[in-house]
């Protein structure tokens, strides 16, 4: 298997515009997680669906940031409008979660999205 | 105040040094997560254990609940463990959200 997959790499953009950042989760797992790394805060958990649906995302700055997974194996991160401390790592991961609560394997990150906003 | 505390924050071993690498929690979980980060950047999932101990080749994870404490002990260290490793945890008490420590910074020097 690929192993998850980030798209793009890196992004630079200036303030104000739309970031859309992809992933594609390892076939067959059920459960999909947004990360943002950044030197002040570390990683954080920003939203996680399970069987394409959201199930928290109380980690989600504020509006400008929402996410989706239309199907399995896609899942977006938009950021409408970028500002400067959105500038960040941002890793998605997936598992194959077994239905319990907490209940979950081993999360498989992708390669990460590194964005600058300028 | 942080739901996790790692220690030691920065750590540097000899090559063949056995490592021990601290994780403390504050909140009740269902399970932690020992994370390895390359100094390229990329993450990988060591651990993900609830209970007891885990061992992969010269890596051990153990936790003990009651104490709200968990260890990676690395043996026969060598400098390519050089990363930093991240402690998580998730909780059910807060909707299944996940804490995050700062990491311990390890250089293995050869």
């Known amino acids: 298997d690929a192993g998850v997959i980030q798209s793009p790499r890196h992004e630079v953009t200036e303030m104000g515009q739309e970031v859309t950042l992809r992933c594609k989760p390892i076939s067959g797992h059920n459960s999909l997680f947004w990360y943002r790394q950044t030197m002040m805060r570390g990683l954080e958990l920003l939203i996680y669906f399970n069987n394409n649906v959201p199930i928290d995302d109380s980690g989600m700055p504020e509006d400008r940031f929402s996410a989706k997974m239309p199907n399995a194996s896609f899942s977006t991160l938009k950021i409408q409008p970028s500002e400067p401390r959105d500038s960040a790592v941002y890793f998605c991961?997936?598992?194959?979660?077994?239905?319990?609560?907490?209940?979950?394997?081993?999360?498989?990150f992708g390669p990460g999205t590194r964005l600058t906003v300028l | 105040k942080n739901e996790v505390e790692q220690s030691p924050q920065n750590l540097t071993a000899q090559e063949g040094e056995f490592i021990t690498i601290n994780c403390s929690y504050s909140v009740g979980i269902s399970a932690l997560h020992w994370l390895q980060q390359h100094p390229g950047g990329g993450i990988v999932s060591l651990f993900m254990l609830s209970s007891g101990k885990k061992k992969h080749g010269r890596l051990i994870a153990t936790i003990n609940i009651q104490e709200k404490h968990s260890s990676l002990h690395i043996t026969a260290s060598h400098p390519r463990d050089s990363a930093v490793y991240i402690c998580a945890v998730r909780s059910p008490n807060t909707g299944n959200q996940f804490y995050f420590g700062t990491g311990t910074s390890l250089t293995v020097i050869p």
């Open positions: 991961a997936s598992t194959k979660s077994g239905g319990r609560v907490g209940g979950e394997d081993t999360q498989y």
